[in-house]
Each structure stands twice: as C-alpha cells, then as structure tokens.
C-alpha cells in the first residue's frame, strides 16, 4: 500500500458526461501529479500541484481540469467525455518536488 | 524539454538468471533523479529503485541494481536471480528538482516476462 488513495477504483458512465477523481495523497506530501495511461500506452502526465498551487502541466484537454484543496487531496474533472477518455488515471504524491512519488492505485475510467 | 527512451519493448528471461533493462535520457541539467517504476498485472505502479545524479555510487536494492552512466546518459536496471514474481512492465522515469520541470517524465515501458 502506497499510502495515496484513489476513489473511485472503477467508473463507467457515457459519453457527453462529467465525472470527478478523487485522490488523497500521503500524509505529508504536498505535491500531487495526475497522469492518464491509455490501454498499452505509456505514462501521459496531465498536471501538477504543490501546496495548492499549479506548478506544472502537461497536454492536458481543457475539458479536464484539476485542483488541490487546502486539506491537500486534489480532484480531477473531467467533462464532455469522449470514447477515448477510456483510460487509467493515477495519482501520484511526493514530499516535496524532488523526491520520489508513490502512485495511488488508479482510477479506471469506461466510457461508453 | 528532457525525453526518457526505453528501446526495447519487451523482454524475456529464464527464472533464476539475471536480465538487464536498458534506459537512455536527454537532459541539459547537472541535477536530477532517475528512477525505475514496475506495473504488475494489477495495473498498480510501484517504485523500484531511485538514483540521485551526485551520487557516483550505482544505486542497489536487494536483487535489484541499475547502472548509472551519467556522460552517456544511461540508466539501466539489472534484475538478478529472476523470480516469477517479477514479470511486469516496467517504466524508466526522470525527475528535475526544478520548479516547472519537476514532473515524472516516463519512457514507453518495456515488458518483462519471466520463463519458469
């Protein structure tokens, strides 16, 4: 176990909809990144946070958008949904921007 | 902007023997930190090993250690004595202490099969 929390595990909704991740990171991590892993592709990074702040982006659609609490969980939405929204969504946390970040279990997304 | 390149896309080794995973990196920055990822079936993606650039010393953990060649920009992982359990992909990964360029970038993936 990790320690980084992810909710839900699995979510299937359809096309047209929105829907919102969950992750809790670490207790004591202030640093959150999102990433998106496509059936039998590699790691895409979406977006990062550090203490509430954006601190770095990545090819992120502007139907997704994130954001991290005062509490530090972060959420992902991510609107309209398109057939290749289908993918795993993982979290991921660290204690500060430079050490290494531990993955939460991923967030499967359907989109039908 | 710094690339991860993992050539190979898969891999296959005898149980009990010793494989090597190679990995390649662009970087213009003096400091940074690699590290080796594995995903299991299950999807969930855990840390193997991580390698300060500063450190001249190759980074070890239990039958894992990686080759760090910093001039070449090299980092490959040797799995010894090979188990089962070890079949997964597995994904080499750069960090920037910097700023904006702190994100994990991930090379592709390469998948290891282990043969009983």
Redesign the interface.
């Known amino acids: 176990d990790?320690g980084v929390t992810q909710t839900p595990k699995h979510l299937i909704t359809a096309t047209g909809q929105r829907v919102t991740l969950r992750c809790s990171p670490r207790s004591g991590d202030l640093?959150v990144?999102w990433y998106q892993?496509s059936l039998d592709q590699?790691?895409q990074?979406l977006i990062?946070y550090y203490n509430g702040e954006e601190?770095?982006k990545?090819n992120i659609l502007e139907r997704f958008s994130a954001q991290q609490f005062p509490d530090l969980h972060s959420e992902l939405n991510l609107s309209s949904l398109e057939l290749g929204d289908s993918a795993?969504y993982?979290c991921?946390s660290s204690v500060t921007?430079?050490t290494?970040?531990?993955?939460g279990?991923?967030t499967?997304l359907t989109v039908v | 902007a710094q690339t991860v390149t993992q050539s190979q896309p898969e891999m296959s080794v005898q149980e009990a023997e010793t494989v090597t995973l190679s990995c390649t990196y662009d970087t213009s920055e003096s400091d940074y930190y690699l590290f080796w990822y594995k995903q299991p079936p299950s999807r969930q993606m855990i840390l193997v090993i991580r390698q300060e650039a500063y450190k001249q010393q190759n980074a070890t953990e239990n039958r894992f250690s990686v080759n760090f060649q910093k001039a070449a920009k090299s980092f490959s992982l040797k799995i010894s004595d090979s188990q089962l359990g070890d079949a997964a992909m597995y994904f080499c990964a750069y960090r920037s202490p910097t700023g904006a360029n702190s994100k994990l970038t991930f090379g592709k993936g390469i998948t290891l099969s282990v043969r009983p």
């Not at chain 1, 290494?100 to 993955?103: D, L, N, P, S, V």
Request: hydrophobic residues 40%; charged residues 15%; without cysteine.
């Open positions: 990790s640093s990144y892993q590699g790691l990074f990062q601190r770095a990545g795993l993982f991921a921007t430079h290494e970040a531990f993955f279990q991923g499967r």
